[in-house]
């Protein structure tokens, strides 16, 4: 027998997602709190969205409430990592959620058009807690799974996104035609209440002392620590290339001001701006859910297959948003939007395992705010150009959809032109550098 086929025959096989579920406590508790939360974020999107258009008809107010949801990442993220990385993410994440709880309360109080600063104002502040939510809750994951469940836990994860997406855009948009906005907002805040119960019921293992250094200023303020950071992904290119995938991503993702837009202008469904949103966001989501599935039967869960299957998601993304500004019948372009979206979410869940797998524990909570710092701005960016390019230089939907289809195809081909580039030079560094992958220790501390 070959080396590799015994490798492979070694190779113990993947975990299943209900066995994963059933087996790890830990997982299933946070799991089960991305479930009511995301349910709840789902409907007061929707509801937000649907005040802005009726309070002021302008496709910009979207544009800038997008802006207003990716830049609280953009300036926090610094410091977002470093507290994910020294402190306890259990308390990180609660605390997020019962602020976020107050915060999206505040929508309550907006009745006419002169108070929209309100909605920005509120949207900033959901948004900055929601910065230092997610760095914690991605860097803890790999402390609570084994490796050969990472890809099923990330897996699991997207799939419940892009579920409570599919559910919550659709009854979110239900709730907020029918019943009106407020309704949606009141469930939003129960959903990060019930959130934080949750957490607070998961035992994360301790993480490793960190080094005792003397306090200075930029210490303090986590300046050395966050230029430590990025010293640690500057020597390694293959980890910056990793961080680099889902900021790339977000240069397509004006297509969220897009959806709004086609849900009021091109595709209302029974006359109702908030439930032709839903729709469309309904089949983005289903488009999420498919895509990390049948990814992981199709690529499989090497680092190479892999980071090819990242490359083909790229094009997939592209040429179907071209497809879906182009389609004139409502079921072909939900048809195109749900297709697009599988290549999203197979990019998504792929580089973060693999982001995972390559960064030590101490560097993690850093790491990931990078990422969502870098993805929010490309995201704000992208989606702020929408709105201009609608708006002021009067471009219709259809042709900016086409052109972001055809703008999110480079990512793609820039990815498959320096893959070959990058991995070798990783190889050359840590030969240099006697470097070996990262190995997790995992010490119980008693449930902190």
């Not at 107010?61 to 997008?66: D, E, G, P, T, Y």
């Not at 790229?314 to 697009?340: K, Q």
Request: hydrophobic share 50%.
């Amino acid at each position: 027998m070959s080396q590799v086929v015994k490798a492979r025959a070694e190779r113990p096989p993947p975990v299943g997602y209900a066995t994963l579920l059933r087996g790890n406590r830990g997982f299933r508790f946070l799991w089960l709190g991305q479930v009511v939360s995301q349910m709840g974020d789902w409907f007061d999107t929707i509801a937000v969205y649907t005040i802005a258009l009726r309070l002021t008809g302008s496709s910009r107010s979207v544009a800038l409430i997008m802006v207003a949801r990716f830049l609280p990442s953009v300036i926090m993220g610094p410091l977002s990592g470093v507290i994910a990385d020294r402190f306890s993410r259990r308390s990180i994440m609660i605390t997020a959620d019962l602020l976020r709880a107050v915060v999206v309360l505040g929508f309550l109080l907006v009745r006419r058009p002169d108070q929209m600063w309100l909605v920005y104002v509120l949207t900033v502040l959901q948004l900055a807690f929601s910065a230092f939510f997610e760095p914690a809750k991605t860097a803890a994951i790999p402390s609570i799974v084994s490796d050969r469940e990472l890809l099923a836990a990330n897996a699991i994860a997207s799939v419940t996104w892009s579920v409570m997406l599919t559910l919550g855009a659709a009854i979110g948009g239900f709730v907020a035609g029918w019943f009106g906005t407020n309704a949606a907002f009141v469930l939003d805040s129960l959903s990060f209440v019930a959130s934080a119960l949750l957490i607070a019921s998961v035992h994360f293992p301790k993480r490793p002392v960190r080094e005792k250094a003397k306090l200075t200023v930029g210490k303090a303020l986590g300046i050395s620590d966050t230029i430590e950071g990025v010293r640690y992904v500057k020597h390694r290119p293959r980890v910056f290339a990793y961080l680099m995938v889902k900021p790339a991503w977000g240069m397509g993702g004006g297509i969220l001001t897009l959806l709004a837009v086609f849900g009021e202008r091109i595709f209302p469904v029974a006359g109702k701006t908030a439930t032709g949103i839903g729709v469309l966001f309904t089949a983005r989501g289903i488009g999420t859910a498919i895509g990390p599935i049948v990814a992981r039967r199709w690529a499989g869960e090497t680092r190479k297959q892999m980071q090819y299957a990242i490359g083909i998601a790229f094009l997939i993304g592209g040429v179907f948003y071209i497809a879906f500004g182009s389609s004139r019948n409502f079921v072909l372009a939900l048809l195109f939007l749900l297709t697009a979206h599988t290549g999203g979410s197979i990019l998504w869940v792929f580089s973060t395992v693999l982001l995972q797998r390559e960064v030590e524990d101490k560097f993690r909570g850093r790491v990931f705010a990078a990422e969502l710092a870098l993805l929010t701005l490309t995201m704000a960016a992208s989606n702020y150009l929408v709105g201009e390019l609608m708006d002021r230089f009067g471009f219709s939907p259809r042709v900016v959809t086409v052109g972001v289809g055809t703008f999110f195809v480079l990512p793609g081909l820039i990815w498959f032109l320096t893959r070959g580039w990058w991995d070798r030079k990783e190889k050359t560094i840590g030969l240099e550098a006697g470097y070996r992958p990262p190995v997790v220790e995992i010490i119980d501390d008693g449930g902190r």
